[in-house]
């Protein structure tokens, strides 16, 4: 490994990713059954933010309340070894390291767990669609970028409301000078573009079985990818090669 680092930004997607679930099923898995049956039916005619954002309307009708929203959030899977792991890492002094999440979840889905586990300053930025409590205890969603407005340009297959590709370049222009070495963590197809846009220098951190490998085996060569990647499965994997960087 390359001693000559001095700088290096850890790059978080959440779901599966920093969790051990995917926070928009799990709160519906665990206080909606039927709604999340009823999101497979619709989540190819409705964009995925509106489907998100028009199911916890529909419980919120039903009575939930913000409490057990926070609940469900706080008991959802999420491994001690990722806490140690980064914990550890934004720690340590040499090399420096700066935490970035870009996620298609939301705000309040992502601040409530990381505040559970004690993460709350991890990220220098959380790239996310907006998202807060209204009094009435409806968790109110809209989507990062105005379906309205202008969308976003990409070739290689994002989703509607989020290229993490784009959202990455930006936020490398938001904190020059670069960084030494990149290390991205992620597992889904919307975790390609940004992983496509590393250098030789940097690192994926893939994880098995899921979109983001079945997407590195079938385009990696044809797209051009150029970072190295290396493989886990489970959250003490990422911590054992947090502390061998
Ligand atoms: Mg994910
Ligand atoms: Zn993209």
């Given at each position: 490994?390359?001693s000559?680092?001095?700088?290096?930004?850890?790059?978080?997607?959440?779901?599966?990713?920093?969790?051990d679930?995917?926070?928009?099923?799990?709160?519906?898995e665990?206080?909606?059954?039927?709604?999340?049956?009823?999101?497979?039916?619709?989540?190819?005619?409705?964009q995925?933010?509106?489907?998100?954002?028009?199911?916890?309307?529909?419980?919120?009708?039903?009575?939930?309340?913000?409490?057990?929203?926070?609940?469900?959030?706080?008991?959802?899977?999420?491994?001690?070894?990722?806490?140690r792991?980064?914990?550890?890492?934004k720690?340590?002094?040499?090399?420096?390291t700066?935490?970035?999440?870009?996620?298609?979840?939301?705000?309040?889905?992502?601040?409530?767990?990381?505040?559970s586990?004690g993460?709350?300053?991890l990220?220098?930025?959380?790239?996310t669609?907006?998202a807060h409590?209204?009094?009435?205890?409806?968790?109110?969603?809209?989507?990062r970028?105005?379906?309205?407005?202008?969308?976003?340009?990409?070739q290689?297959?994002?989703?509607?409301?989020m290229?993490?590709?784009?959202?990455?370049?930006?936020?490398?222009?938001?904190?020059?000078?670069?960084?030494?070495?990149?290390?991205y963590?992620g597992?889904?197809?919307?975790?390609?573009?940004?992983?496509?846009?590393?250098?030789?220098q940097?690192?994926?951190?893939?994880?098995?079985?899921?979109?983001?490998?079945r997407?590195?085996?079938k385009?990696g060569?044809?797209e051009?990818?150029?970072?190295?990647?290396?493989?886990?499965?489970?959250?003490w994997?990422?911590?054992?090669?947090f502390?061998?960087?």
């Amino acid at each position: 490994m390359a001693s000559n680092v001095e700088r290096q930004l850890v790059v978080f997607d959440f779901d599966w990713s920093m969790a051990d679930q995917d926070t928009d099923r799990w709160i519906f898995e665990v206080l909606a059954p039927d709604i999340r049956r009823k999101m497979k039916t619709l989540k190819d005619d409705i964009q995925w933010t509106d489907l998100i954002a028009q199911s916890l309307e529909e419980l919120h009708g039903r009575g939930a309340t913000r409490e057990q929203i926070e609940h469900t959030l706080k008991i959802m899977p999420f491994h001690p070894a990722m806490v140690r792991g980064v914990t550890k890492l934004k720690e340590a002094s040499n090399p420096t390291t700066t935490f970035f999440c870009l996620s298609n979840a939301n705000s309040v889905f992502i601040s409530t767990i990381l505040e559970s586990k004690g993460l709350q300053n991890l990220f220098e930025e959380i790239v996310t669609n907006p998202a807060h409590f209204e009094p009435s205890g409806l968790l109110k969603l809209r989507r990062r970028v105005d379906p309205a407005g202008p969308q976003h340009t990409c070739q290689v297959g994002c989703s509607p409301n989020m290229c993490k590709g784009e959202e990455l370049e930006a936020f490398l222009k938001r904190h020059q000078p670069g960084f030494d070495r990149i290390i991205y963590v992620g597992d889904g197809t919307n975790d390609f573009c940004p992983v496509l846009r590393l250098r030789s220098q940097d690192m994926v951190l893939c994880r098995r079985f899921r979109g983001l490998e079945r997407r590195i085996a079938k385009e990696g060569e044809v797209e051009g990818l150029k970072c190295q990647v290396k493989y886990w499965a489970g959250a003490w994997e990422v911590e054992e090669i947090f502390g061998n960087l």
